[in-house]
């Protein structure tokens, strides 16, 4: 369902928000904090973070080899939306061929400084398990050339990337130049950016919680830091 919030996202950058691709809400992930009136909602994520902790705590062999098999899955069934709706779009037209499993670049700016970068190599290594390219990268290396979104590293083999899982934030929108080559790519529609901004925009933007302000007992009383004075915020804090 369209809200408002989207509506006024999809002004602020048309070019990428106003669509609203079927896939791109890939790792969402629902935030709840335990209160004494029960739990209540304080985040919507599009690329949620920790997921390989709960690999690692994984109890037994079984149970880490069904959590693997269902993310690699979930890669494959972003990459299936977005090839059907690639075909959609091309209506027929011939020439044009997509790889059944897609090479995949995990990206997040200054990537190996990230607090979870050992998550993003293990999902790699998980990837790779099922026959898939996988790399993970800053997006300063990668490249926008002839249509194509390339992997550039030195003593690396350059590779073209078919689906980038999108770790980064919070420039959600790609807008700022160290990102352009994967804007670019976004706007050429030839590429899988997953999360995507404009699913961002429909589910995770942080004004959708004033949104549901009153529409639901998971969601608490939202406030903008102008509604109230900065002693009010600090006596609730204490």
Known sequence: QDSPVAEVA???????????????????????????????????????????????????????AMMTAQFQQAILEEW????????????????????????????????EEQGLYLEMLLFADVLRMRGMFAVVCSPQELQWRDDCLVFVRKHCAEHKIDLVYNRIAPDFRLQDDGHKALRQALLHGSVCVTPHPAAYSHIADKRLLQALNGKSPLVPLTCTLADRTVEEWAADKK
């Open 80 to 111: 299936a939306l977005f090839t059907n709706a690639q075909t959609k779009q091309r209506e027929g037209r011939s020439g044009i061929e997509t790889p059944a499993v897609p090479s995949v670049a995990i990206v997040d700016d200054n990537a």
């Open 10 to 64: 999809a002004e602020e950058d048309p070019a990428i928000l106003a669509s609203k691709p079927p896939y791109g809400a890939f790792m969402l992930g629902f935030d709840f904090h335990l209160t004494a009136a029960g739990p209540k909602l304080i985040e919507i994520n599009t690329n949620a973070g920790g997921l390989a902790t709960v690999f690692h705590l994984s109890g037994c062999p079984e149970e880490k």
